[in-house]
């Protein structure tokens, strides 16, 4: 009778380490089986290669975090927003000696661009910018805020990793300038700001 071919190569537990090896010789004994008609491996042996191949894969997934990684690009995009709306806010204050005001009519306090225009997040055209911004998040809005005169600004928006980025307010907290009355979203809390040169968010 023919003997099995022993594709272990001696001991088991040594090839289940050398998890390089120990696949080469998975691949190839299925191989094999399917041209050969060999019996190939035993369901003992399947069932550890597959419980390796869940622990490998369970693994890359934790240290991915797919999540934390979508958070962080959201995150970038708020930052590289506010940062080219305020580009924008200094060229005009450059033009005009003074910044724009803000409409504070509603929660998602805007950029009034004159007297009877105020630009919408992610919709209006301006001049200086291009379509303003808008956040990432559908749920989430920026918040624009000029104080009378016209000689400061701020601008906040709600990182979705909050006190995991060095660059939130207050530890993830609040902006300790925010203004009363606004809101950066239905519980969105307003955790990184930008503002003029001289004040801070």
């Known amino acids: 009778m023919e003997k099995k071919k022993n594709i272990w190569h001696g001991n088991p ?3 289940l380490f050398g998890w390089g090896h120990f696949s080469i010789n998975f691949f190839r004994e299925i191989s094999f089986s399917k041209f050969s008609g060999h019996n190939g491996f035993t369901l003992v042996e399947v069932l550890i290669a597959m419980a390796l191949i869940g622990v490998m894969a369970t693994g890359i997934i934790v240290a991915v975090n797919p999540v934390a990684q979508f958070q962080k690009a959201s995150d970038s995009k708020r930052k590289s927003d506010l940062s080219q709306i305020q580009k924008a806010l200094e060229t005009y204050y450059n033009d005009f000696g003074l910044y724009p005001g803000a409409d504070t009519t509603t929660s998602n306090y ?16 301006w001049q200086y910018i ?3 911004p808008k956040d990432p998040s559908t749920s989430k809005n920026y918040i624009y805020y000029s104080p009378t005169g016209g000689q400061s600004y701020y601008l906040y928006a709600s990182l979705d990793r909050g006190p995991s980025d060095p660059q939130a307010c207050n ?3 609040t902006c300790s300038n925010f203004p009363g009355g606004a809101s950066c979203g239905s519980g969105a809390i307003c955790n ?3 503002s003029s040169p001289n004040v801070s968010p």
Do not use: C, N
């Open 130 to 132: 291009g379509t303003l």
């Open 171 to 173: 530890g993830g907290a």
């Open 110 to 125: 805007r950029i009034k661009a004159d007297a009877t225009t105020t630009l919408d997040w992610g919709s209006t055209q």
């Open 192 to 194: 990184y700001g930008i």
């Open 13 to 15: 537990f040594r090839t």
